[in-house]
């Protein structure tokens, strides 16, 4: 055995699996694994990228006054109290970082964001995997697993990989109802995809242990740069900013994400489409015969009968060039998270499923 070794609960960690990119042998592919959003990000934000091509010899900024300034004009927050990273990831970790550690125990449902789990063990604290209920986030459970020693909880709303969400009246009771040493973190990575929703803005305006974490991600279509925020009490935010590495989000991350959520126009749009597209492909693999949960995301959970079944269809897409995610190991074995693409893409998997429910029925 090596004489060098890890810290307690580093190998314990299984390595993040990656929504596929390739399918062997197949032409004409469709990325449809990762819930990106196929219309891209913005041209502002494109171009505003572009203009950064003549300084990435110069270090960005330190303290992301520009882009918080932009968040906070865009969602109505305070700027000071907004935190920006590599992806929510790296809030996700900073918090675990911050506030977890040996002996303490950090709380996420069944079928929550890997990265959960990830964070916690590399601060070397205890994951605690709690009960959905119907692949809904159960209030109910989280609080009674609440202890002395949970330090965090963490939930998704809307929830990946299940779409599911709680409504805010849930969500508040739950800030109510764990420990005043426990912080709540409510990852709205998807939270734009809900018309109105604040992702839980006003929780943490009301509570001194509620942080919410976003990413430009998603909606915003920059996860080729990674940029995420996090927004909380000051005393929390200056806390994470003492472990945040100085220069941690590029010159053109940095100008790309600021000019994409002044664009609020354009992610309306995005937004609008991905609502039709989702309700017209949710409707059509239910008249296959498969089924799923009220989405409000930009992915769709489809339930088949079986592990089986659902690894069978996910060849059969394969081989027709639509490539989507096996979710075992979230703990949906029987089910495919399908992200909702173009339109040309969803008629694509809807005539690819009808087609694979043909065969095996014939």
Known sequence: MPKIQPQPGIMDIELYQAGSSHATGAENTVKLSSNENPFGPSPAAIEALGKTAHMLHRYPSTDHLPLRKAIAEAFDLWSDNIICGVGSDEIISFLCYAYAGPGDEVIHTEHGFAMYRISTLAAGATPVEVPEHRRM?????????????????????????????????????????????????????????????????????????????????????????????????KHVIDTLNRIRGPFNVSLPALAAAEAAVKDQAYADKCRDENTRLRAWLANALAEHG????????????????????AEACDDYLKSQGLIVRRVGGYNLPECLRITVGDEASCRRVAHAVGQFKGQKND
Do not use: Q
């Not at 604040?198 to 998603?218: I, Q």
């Not at 996860?223 to 927004?231: A, E, P, S």
């Not at 498969?290 to 079944?309: G, P, Y």
């Open 137 to 233: 986030t159960d209030v109910d459970a989280i609080l009674a697993a609440c202890n002395e020693r949970t330090k965090i909880v963490f939930i998704a709303n809307p929830n990946n990989p299940t779409g599911t969400m709680i409504a805010e009246a849930e969500v508040r009771r739950l800030a109510e109802g764990i420990p005043s040493h426990t912080i709540l973190v409510l990852d709205g990575a998807y939270a734009e995809y809900v018309d109105g929703f604040d992702g839980g803005a006003r929780l943490v305006h009301s509570y001194e242990n509620v942080v919410m974490t976003r990413t430009f991600s998603k909606l915003y279509g920059l996860g080729g740069l990674r940029v995420g925020w996090g927004y909380g009490p």
């Open 290 to 309: 498969v089924a799923s949960d009220t989405s409000m995301t930009n992915f769709i959970l489809a339930r088949f009968n079986s592990l089986e079944e």
